[in-house]
């Protein structure tokens, strides 16, 4: 959090590189929350801003906060 202070909430972040050269950020657990960013760090930096104005929302409305259980990632190779 910005002041030190609050729960930290930790998500699993899918950064794809996109065709203006910069990165466009997904949160499966926070749905509908996508963002970009003209590099990785920035895109981090943005990741990072709308998470949390993801769950201010959230909190601001009374609502549950997604908690992430153990996830997995594995890319395949097929050939078709």
Do not use: W
């Amino acid at each position: 959090m910005r002041n030190g202070k609050g729960k930290i909430y930790e998500y699993t972040t899918f950064f794809q590189a996109n065709e203006h050269g910069g990165y466009t950020v997904t949160v499966p657990a926070l749905p509908g929350l996508v963002t970009e960013g003209k590099n990785l760090e920035d895109a981090r930096r943005m990741a990072q801003d709308a998470i949390r104005c993801y769950i201010e929302g959230l909190k601001k409305a009374k609502e549950k906060i997604p908690f992430e259980s153990e996830t997995a990632q594995l890319r395949l190779a097929v050939r078709a």
